[in-house]
């Protein structure tokens, strides 16, 4: 089948463009390599999308918005994309070992958690070094954890892990957090989240599992020893491009240049959400650029 319009992430950004394009009556797959929510999904609590005054677990957004999107009959596919041929009137995306035509696409596959880098973080990966909170927090109730980053996401893991953790300690490069104030006063407030300023988690020691980080105090030259059993590593995101590369323009840090209208440098193609280079991500501006995706295709599709 010949879709009007393949979405590669099954994120608000994906799953706006194709309620918007169901709504309009353009035939839609969404492919998203393993449950709806993307990054959203995993976020415990979300606070700042409106219409939801005492917040909303970022999974249970995630399944509203596609049931929003299948109302209008976009349909879903889980699977991994695995190449994607974007040139031409007729798009083709391989995913799950199958070939997807479609006369657009809207790239919406956002970003992935930045690693540290250091010797060991793959390996210990699974046993104490985590990119997800929500996910892991659990194995570590009652224990003491560190979370590396000083941005939203550093944040709102912090105050997450307060609430399982016995001790929670924050390690950022700076001495002033990058992440919005609202997440100062409650994470002053929790009472079991430590601050270390200035600090980077230059190596990790182990047994089997994370033992401790050794830190770096940037401005001393000090170097000293934290023991804890987790590592939250939350420096930020790298945008899943790679795929696209040499076939539309990238910025120099992989992101997809393309402007509000989210027209990309190729005809027929569209770039939504955390991948696109853009001042403020956040869910509410992945929707707003889902919108404008699909508007933008329909309009291409109707010239
Ligand atoms: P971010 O805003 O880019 O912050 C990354 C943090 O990691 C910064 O504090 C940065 O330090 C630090 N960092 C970067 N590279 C590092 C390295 N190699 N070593 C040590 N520290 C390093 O990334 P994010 O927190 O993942 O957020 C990504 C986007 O999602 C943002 O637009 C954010 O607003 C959004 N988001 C929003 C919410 C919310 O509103 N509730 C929640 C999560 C994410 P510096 O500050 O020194 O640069």
Redesign the pocket.
Known sequence: MLYDMIVIGGGPAGYTAALYAGRANLSVLVLEKLAPGG?MGT?DQ???YPGFPEGINGFQLAMEMKKGAERFGAETKLAAVTAARLAGDIKEVEAGGERFQGKTVVLACG?H??E??LPGEKELRGRGVSYCATCDGMFFRGKTVAV?????????DALYLSRICEKVVM????D?????AA?LKPLLETGNVEFCWDS??VSLSHEAALTGVELLHKKTGEKSFLPCSGLFV????VPDTGLFAGQIDLDSAGYVQADESTRTSLPGVFAAG?LRAKP???VVTACADGACAAQAAEEYLSI
């Open positions: 990054q976020t979300i606070d700042n970003a958690p930045r540290l880098g590396a980053g000083g941005g939203n996401t550093a944040a709102a390690i950022h490069r700076r002033k957090l990058r992440a919005s997440y980077q988690v939350a420096i930020g995101q955390d403020l991500r956040q």
